[in-house]
C-alpha cells in the first residue's frame, strides 16, 4: 500500500538530548514537509523539502535539522537547542507539479521527561 | 498579516443544517487550496482540494474559491455529528518555493 510512515508514534526524550523522527513515503512525492502542532494549535511548519539533497527553512526551524539524501526519506532531528520540543510531530509529503495535495503521516508524539 | 487565516471558532451547528467554514489568504499568486478534517489526536487528513475560481462539490462537501476576493470557504451539508472535528484552511504560497501554510483551524461541533 502506497503511503508516509512515520516512526515511532511516541518517543520520550531527556533534557539535553538530541532525537530522530523517521519519515518514508513510497508515493514518489518529490515534496516533503515536517509540521509541529501544540495542543490546541494549527500546524507550524518547520522544514520543507521539494528536491532530494535541497530543503528551506519554515517559520519554525530553530532548534531542528533536517536532511535529504533520498527522495523516500526526510527525517528531522529535534536537537538539545529546542527549548520546548513537547509536541505533535507531523511529516507530509506532495507532488509539485499538477495536483499537489499533501498527505500526511500517523505523526509523532515527543515528550521531553 | 497571517498568509491563511481561519476563525477558531467554535462553531455550533444542528444536525442537517449547512456549516460553513471560512478561510483568507493574503498572497494572490497563491494556486492551490485545500480543506483537510483532523480529529483530535489524529492527523490531518484531505477532504477537498481546489485549484480554479468557483464551486467544487464532493458529496456533501463543497469548496468555493474567490482568488479575487482572496477567499476560500467550505460548505457541509447535511452535518453529522461525525463531521465534529478541526478543519484546517491550507494554501500552497509560491514565495519561498511553494510551501503549503496552514491556517490555525476552525473547530466544528455538530449537536444532535
Known amino acids: 500500500d502506497g503511503g508516509i510512515t512515520q516512526s515511532p508514534k511516541y518517543l520520550f526524550r531527556k533534557e539535553g538530548q538530541n532525537v530522530t523522527l523517521s519519515c518514508e513515503q513510497n508515493?514518489?512525492?518529490?515534496?516533503m514537509y515536517w509540521y509541529r502542532q501544540d495542543p490546541g494549535q494549527g500546524l507550524r511548519l518547520i522544514y520543507y523539502?521539494?528536491?532530494?539533497?535541497?530543503?528551506q527553512k519554515g517559520d519554525i526551524a530553530e532548534g531542528y535539522s533536517v536532511s535529504r539524501e533520498k527522495k523516500e526519506s526526510f527525517p528531522l532531528t529535534v536537537t538539545s537547542a529546542q527549548k520546548n520540543p513537547t509536541a505533535f510531530y507531523l511529516c507530509?509529503?506532495?507532488?509539485?507539479?499538477?495536483?499537489?495535495?499533501?498527505?500526511f503521516g500517523q505523526g509523532t508524539r515527543l515528550t521531553v521527561v | 498579516q497571517k498568509e491563511v487565516e481561519q476563525n477558531s471558532g467554535p462553531l455550533s451547528v444542528p444536525e442537517g443544517a449547512i456549516a460553513s467554514l471560512n478561510c483568507t489568504y493574503s498572497?494572490?499568486?497563491?494556486?492551490?487550496f485545500f480543506w483537510y478534517r483532523q480529529y483530535s489526536g489524529k492527523s490531518p487528513e484531505l477532504i477537498m482540494s481546489?485549484?480554479?475560481?468557483g464551486d467544487k462539490e464532493d458529496g456533501r462537501f463543497t469548496a468555493q474559491l474567490n482568488k479575487a476576493s482572496q477567499y476560500v470557504s467550505l460548505l457541509i451539508r447535511d452535518s453529522q455529528p461525525s463531521d465534529s472535528a478541526t478543519y484546517l484552511c491550507?494554501?500552497?504560497?509560491?514565495?519561498?518555493?511553494?510551501?503549503?501554510?496552514f491556517g490555525t483551524g476552525t473547530q466544528l461541533k455538530v449537536e444532535l
Open positions: 491550507a494554501v500552497i504560497v509560491p514565495g519561498g518555493g511553494n510551501k503549503l501554510t
Open positions: 481546489i485549484y480554479s475560481n
Open positions: 508515493l514518489n512525492h518529490d515534496a
Open positions: 498572497d494572490r499568486g497563491s494556486q492551490s
Open positions: 523539502s521539494q528536491i532530494v539533497n535541497d530543503f
Open positions: 507530509a509529503s506532495s507532488k509539485v507539479e499538477g495536483t499537489t495535495e499533501a498527505f
